[in-house]
């Protein structure tokens, strides 16, 4: 999950200067995409995909009335806000994004995805997880979720 901006009225040239700012990437991340899928939105526009193409990525727009075409993203939205805005009184712009930055760390860092045999996005498989000791809890965004983990 990358975070990549929040605005109240995006606009095309909003979106596509959110793909540039992903690019730069300072983890190196970005480079291992290969494809984008997308909807058909109207803020999308040509340049959006450009700058994607650019890089080497594979844009595809979803078919047009297809609404199951983008269920894994609808999925996605509804997990964040089932998981974080809906229980969170959301009072500006800097609050909004602390918050999801905050839930796009942990959804990359510790939360466990079945695609991936139960582990997190960010886990490095040369890492062994040791199976005795204390277990910890450490709470996230203010207590709204909870990440539990072997004491050291």
């Known amino acids: 999950m990358h975070l990549l901006g929040v605005t ?12 540039r700012d992903l690019l730069v990437d300072p983890g190196g991340r970005v480079r291992s995409f290969h494809l984008l899928i997308r909807d058909r939105d109207a803020k999308l526009t040509g340049v959006f995909d450009e700058v994607f193409a650019s890089e080497g990525v594979t844009v595809v727009k979803l078919p047009s009335r297809t609404p199951r075409a983008g269920c894994y993203a609808g999925r996605w939205v509804r997990t964040v806000r089932a998981e974080c805005t809906d229980r969170t009184l959301i009072s500006n712009e800097r609050h909004l994004r602390s918050a999801l930055a905050g839930y796009a760390d942990h959804c990359n860092g510790h939360r466990p995805h079945q695609s991936r045999a139960q582990r997190p996005p960010d886990h490095d498989e040369r890492t062994a997880v040791p199976l005795e000791g204390r277990i910890e809890r450490r709470k996230v965004l203010g207590g709204l979720i909870d990440e539990y983990h072997r004491a050291a």
Not at 8 to 19: C, I, L, N, S
């Open 8 to 19: 109240a009225h995006p606009t095309g040239v909003w979106t596509a200067q959110q793909d």
